[in-house]
């Protein structure tokens, strides 16, 4: 079945560095979505990316949908602490599910 | 909109015992998921329905596990019964439409603890 791996498993950053969550399909994804849990919440919708190559940003997040629609990463420019938390990308599936990756647990050292 | 609720947000219960978690949806949302989170495995997609009805339930571990969607504002999923490996965030989740094509909006979870 479709597996959607997400690299790496933690950052840890000091306060105003930059980091990179990498998202990779072993099939073609018809879209992509990204999501937010914060330690002891639930996940929260960020974005989703539809289109081949598709780049999208939020204030300092910047989100690529790669060309082939295989892999998907997500940039966060001079993180801040309230940046914390695990970011999960989500792949929909032939049948419409949505396949969660392993998601990136993002610490920030004050 | 209050968002997605869940009951109990936490639950602790001894091996054996049947455990009953809750769900009620946003109001107009069709579709409805159950996941699990754990450490080991991330989250994962038990059962899904729409319209009330199971659409694929092929993540549902075993037997032991069963989700109802008597209407569109309620559903249970229970697990009889319980074991310690079933210790997980049980996170209920609604859409408007199909998954993958809208965002899932997410309740706050039930936190099971079996001893």
């Known amino acids: 079945g479709q597996q959607v791996m997400q690299i790496p498993q933690y950052q840890h950053v000091q306060e105003g560095e930059d980091f990179t969550t990498y998202c990779n399909s072993s099939?073609?994804?018809?879209?992509i979505q990204w999501y937010k849990q914060r330690p002891g919440g639930h996940p929260v919708f960020l974005i989703q990316?539809?289109?081949?190559?598709e780049v999208k940003k939020q204030k300092r997040l910047t989100f690529q949908f790669g060309e082939a629609k295989k892999n998907s990463s997500l940039h966060i420019t001079a993180t801040q602490t309230t940046d914390v938390g695990t970011y999960f990308c989500?792949?929909?599936?032939?049948?419409?599910?949505?396949?969660f990756g392993s998601g990136t647990r993002l610490l920030v050292r004050p | 909109d209050a968002g997605v609720i869940q009951s109990p947000r936490h639950e602790v219960t001894e091996m054996g015992q049947e455990v009953t978690l809750r769900c009620k949806p946003i109001?107009?949302?069709?579709?409805l998921f159950w996941y699990r989170q754990t450490m080991m495995r991330g989250l994962e997609l038990l059962i899904y329905?729409?319209?009330?009805?199971?659409?694929?339930d092929s993540g549902m571990p075993e037997d032991r596990f069963s989700a109802k969607m008597p209407n569109a504002s309620f559903s249970t999923l229970k697990i009889q019964p319980s074991e310690p490996r079933d210790s997980a965030v049980y996170f209920c989740?609604?859409?408007?439409?199909?998954?993958?094509?809208?965002?899932?909006?997410f309740g706050p979870g039930t936190r099971l603890t079996v001893l």
């Open positions: 099939t073609t994804l018809s879209n």
């Open positions: 989740a609604s859409s408007p439409g199909l998954a993958g094509v809208n965002e899932q909006f």
């Open positions: 989500a792949g929909r599936d032939s049948s419409y599910k949505l396949i």
């Open positions: 990316l539809v289109k081949s190559g």
């Open positions: 329905f729409n319209n009330n009805v199971p659409i694929d």
């Open positions: 109001s107009g949302h069709d579709y």
